[in-house]
């Protein structure tokens, strides 16, 4: 058996073409259960995050790993032509790549160190299944505490970087301060928390958040000081914020144009910023044509996610040879384990 990873990140793709590879929560399931019947497959993972959509599988040696792309893009009815190249990584190769993506050194925040956890999600969800197989469940469990030694013992999380705090580095550069800024977060997962309450300790003028589960809208606006704005009324609040940053997990736009036409929001003075972090995303695209909003998702932190890269590429340096020592180590590893497992059946029988 082999470690295969097909997929698409932020280098090899645009977001509009990430977002036709994701699928929807209610369709993991039957898809990863799917996968696993394919010939030749044993064990799969699939881990879809802001900067990245990806399939990690155990394939038999000689099996081609366009069994998951096609499989993946008939699954979601995608024709020849929205079908791109995707990244394809075998053996170390792969279990480099699934090191460098948990350390967070295949993020467009360098050393962001939610991927991990992220990581770990997919993971579970995937166990909870029965999906996975020893190999997978070996590699993963292995990539959990190499990912922990690495970022402890280099450093590479030292200067916590993420999502939130790059977009707040743009917003920053337009606004100045946020002393006089109304700000408005669309979404209460961790993202939008994190990125709350970051506004919160930056002394942002007015912090109002919504979240289609008001009571964890109230329990978290508690402990920042923020107003809670009802999740069915987010045109009344769009009509009074400066900036707004979004990061949902809805699988359809939450702000729509139409919501940007209303007598209140025109006849605003200051222009709105708007900051999408979903992925798919949360704001209409057709919303950047209208005057006086500025719409950036998250392939748009990328300029200055590479302006701030100087002070960490010595860690991530140290943290890429470390990972290229475990990863030419780990198929020798494997194949031991495997030997291993033989003798124990075979001694038990």
């Known amino acids: 058996m082999e470690l295969t990873v097909v997929g698409f990140n932020f280098k090899t793709s645009t977001l509009q073409d990430r977002e036709r590879w994701i699928l929807q929560d209610s369709d993991i399931p039957n898809f990863l259960q799917c996968i696993v019947r394919l010939s030749g497959v044993e064990g799969a993972v699939y881990l879809a995050t802001c900067n990245r959509v990806e399939i990690y599988a155990c394939l038999k040696r000689g099996a081609h790993p366009i069994s998951l792309i096609?499989?993946?893009?008939?699954?979601?009815?995608?024709?020849?032509?929205?079908?791109?190249?995707?990244?394809?990584y075998k053996g170390d190769e792969a279990y480099a790549h699934l090191l460098k993506v948990a350390v967070g050194l295949d993020s467009l925040a360098l050393g962001e160190p939610q991927v991990l956890g992220q990581v770990k999600e997919a993971y579970a969800?995937?166990?909870?299944?029965?999906?996975?197989?020893?190999?997978?469940?070996?590699?993963?469990?292995?990539?959990?505490?190499?990912?922990?030694?690495?970022?402890?013992?280099?450093?590479?999380?030292?200067?916590?970087?993420?999502i939130a705090s790059i977009a707040l580095m743009l917003a920053e550069q337009i606004f100045g301060d946020f002393t006089d800024t109304e700000a408005l977060v669309v979404g209460l997962g961790e993202?939008?928390?994190?990125?709350?309450?970051?506004?919160?300790?930056?002394?942002v003028g007015k912090l109002v958040v919504t979240n289609r589960t008001e009571a964890k809208a109230k329990d978290f606006a508690s402990r920042v000081g923020a107003e809670v704005h009802p999740f069915e009324n987010l045109q009344e609040a769009l009509s009074r914020a400066d900036l707004v940053i979004t990061c949902t997990a809805s699988p359809v736009p939450v702000l729509t144009k139409e919501m940007f036409l209303g007598n209140k929001f025109v006849m605003r003075q200051r222009p709105t910023i708007l900051i999408d972090l979903?992925?798919?995303?949360?704001?209409?695209?057709?919303?950047?044509?209208?005057?006086?909003?500025?719409?950036?998702?998250?392939?748009?932190?990328?300029?200055?996610?590479?302006?701030?890269?100087?002070?960490?590429?010595?860690?991530?340096k140290l943290a890429l040879e470390k990972i290229g020592t475990v990863a030419r180590t780990f198929e020798d590893v494997w194949g031991k384990k495997v030997e291993w497992n033989r003798r124990a059946c075979s001694s038990a029988g």
């Open 70 to 88: 096609d499989y993946w893009k008939n699954r979601l009815s995608l024709d020849d032509k929205e079908t791109l190249p995707a990244y394809v």
């Open 125 to 162: 969800q995937a166990l909870e299944l029965k999906v996975t197989g020893p190999l997978l469940n070996f590699i993963f469990q292995q990539t959990f505490r190499v990912a922990k030694q690495i970022r402890t013992e280099i450093g590479i999380g030292k200067y916590p970087v993420s």
């Open 191 to 203: 993202m939008g928390m994190q990125t709350a309450d970051l506004l919160s300790k930056r002394g």
């Open 278 to 316: 979903g992925v798919p995303r949360d704001i209409e695209p057709a919303v950047s044509n209208l005057n006086g909003v500025y719409l950036y998702n998250v392939d748009d932190l990328k300029t200055i996610a590479d302006k701030n890269l100087a002070v960490r590429q010595k860690e991530a």
